[in-house]
C-alpha cells in the first residue's frame, strides 16, 4: 500500500524538535516559524509537557465518554479561567474542522435554522458542513456543496444586515485574523455591529479561533482585542501542541441536551493531559504576553525594514502576513532551503509566518537578516 498522494512535500524528513527548532535527518537545523500550521504553542517538545504525557500514558490513555474523566474537568476550570470565559461550557473534540461543525449544528439546533454566512477567504476545515463554510471551490465537493453558505465581504456590514434581516440565517462564523485568507484582519466596529444585528435577528455568532487563538494575537482569544464576545468559540491547533484535539466553548444561553453531540475520541485522557500541559506552560513562562511583545517586535521591524518586494505587513501578536509584489515560492525556498527557516504562505503572494509561542527577539531578528538577504536576492 502506497500513501493516497494529497500533500505536496518538501524533501525533508523533520526527525527532532526543541523550542522553536527543529532537525531533519541529516543533521541540519532549521528556525520553525511556522509551527505545523500554528499547532506549536508552547515549543517543541517542552520538558514539562513530554513529562505529563509520559506519565499519563503509564497510567491510562483513553476510555470512553460513559464514565467520568476528571482530566476534562481541570481542563474546563482551568481553561475558562485562563480564557475568561468561566460562564461558558466546554465540549471536547479532536479537530478544528469537528469543532466548527459542532459549533454550526447546535447554532442549528438552537435557532431551527439552516443558513450560514461565512467570510470570503474563510477557511473553517474540510469536513462536511466546515467545508462548505470554506470559501475555495477546489475543495468542496458535489456532495458538500449544500447551499448552506453564504460568502459575505470583510468589514463591510452592510451586505450582512441585508441578509440577516431575512431572518433564515442560524450562525455568523468568522475569523477576527483569516490565516488560509491571507493574515486578514476583522475591524472593531465591523465585529460589534455584526454581533448587534446577530441579537436583533436571534442569529449565532461564532468565533473561529482555531489558528488565531490560544494566545497567538497577544490575547488568549483573537476577538478580545475587538471586545466583541461569541456565542460560541471554536479551539484545536494549539490547545495539545501537537495532540489532536479541538474544543467548543458554549455560551449559558445553550442548553445542554443529552444525545445532542456526541465524540468517540474527544477529551480522551491524554489529549486533556495534553492541553493541561500547553496552560502550565502558558502560565508559567508568560506566552500570550510574549506573543504580544516579540510580536510587536517582529511586526515593527518588518514595516520599518524598506525590504524590497514587501508590498504590506499584516497581523498582530505572532501571526504575521508578508504580501510581496511577486510570488512568494522563490522567497520561501530560499528560506527554507538556504537559510533553514520554516515559513508558511497563503495565496500566492504572502508568506505567514505562525511560530511558537516562546519565540524570542533573537530569533526574530535572525529571521529579518535571513528575511533581507533572500529578498534582496529575487
Not at 516562546?358 to 529578498?375: A, I, N, T, W, Y
Amino acid at each position: 500500500m502506497k500513501l493516497f498522494d494529497v500533500f505536496p512535500l518538501f524533501p525533508i524528513s523533520v526527525v527532532k524538535g526543541k523550542g522553536c527548532h527543529v532537525w531533519d535527518d541529516k543533521g541540519q537545523e532549521y528556525l520553525d516559524l511556522y509551527g505545523g500550521h500554528a499547532v506549536i504553542s508552547i515549543g517543541h517538545c517542552h520538558p514539562h509537557y513530554v513529562e505529563m504525557l509520559s506519565k499519563q500514558l503509564g497510567e491510562l490513555g483513553f476510555y470512553s465518554n460513559s464514565v467520568v474523566n476528571h482530566l476534562q474537568r481541570q481542563l474546563a476550570e482551568r481553561l475558562g479561567v485562563a480564557s475568561g470565559y468561566e460562564d461558558y461550557s466546554l465540549f471536547l473534540i479532536n479537530s478544528g474542522a469537528e469543532a466548527n461543525e459542532n459549533a454550526m449544528k447546535l447554532a442549528s439546533f438552537h435557532t431551527g435554522r439552516k443558513r450560514v454566512l461565512s467570510l470570503e477567504k474563510a477557511f473553517h476545515g474540510r469536513t462536511s458542513l466546515a467545508v462548505e463554510a470554506t470559501h475555495n471551490p477546489k475543495i468542496i465537493a458535489p456532495i458538500n456543496d449544500c447551499g448552506h453558505v453564504t460568502y459575505m465581504p470583510l468589514n463591510d456590514l452592510a451586505p450582512w444586515e441585508k441578509e440577516l434581516r431575512k431572518q433564515d440565517v442560524a450562525c455568523c462564523i468568522v475569523e477576527c485574523v483569516q490565516g488560509v485568507g491571507g493574515i486578514r484582519l476583522l475591524e472593531a466596529d465591523f465585529l460589534k455591529g455584526l454581533r448587534q444585528l446577530c441579537d436583533e435577528t436571534d442569529t449565532v455568532l461564532v468565533c473561529d479561533e482555531v489558528q488565531c487563538g490560544y494566545g497567538r494575537t497577544g490575547k488568549f482569544f483573537a476577538h478580545q482585542h475587538l471586545r466583541v464576545k461569541p456565542d460560541i468559540i471554536t479551539v484545536a491547533k494549539g490547545i495539545g501542541n501537537g495532540f489532536p484535539m479541538g474544543a467548543v466553548l458554549i455560551s449559558p444561553k445553550f442548553p445542554a441536551i443529552y444525545g445532542q453531540l456526541g465524540t468517540t475520541f474527544g477529551g480522551n485522557h491524554l489529549a486533556c493531559t495534553a492541553a493541561l500541559a500547553v496552560l502550565d506552560v502558558m502560565e508559567s513562562e508568560h506566552l500570550v504576553e510574549n506573543a504580544a511583545n516579540v510580536g510587536g517586535h517582529l511586526l515593527a521591524s518588518l514595516l520599518e525594514a524598506g525590504l524590497p518586494h514587501v508590498k504590506e505587513v499584516r497581523g498582530r501578536g505572532l501571526m504575521i502576513g508578508i504580501e510581496l509584489d511577486v510570488p512568494y515560492k522563490e522567497a520561501r525556498e530560499k528560506l527554507l532551503f538556504e537559510e533553514h527557516i520554516f515559513t508558511g504562505c497563503s495565496g500566492t503572494n504572502v508568506l505567514r509566518l505562525l511560530p511558537p509561542l516562546c519565540l524570542s527577539v533573537e530569533e526574530c531578528d535572525g529571521f529579518m537578516k535571513s528575511l533581507g538577504k533572500v529578498l534582496r536576492n529575487i
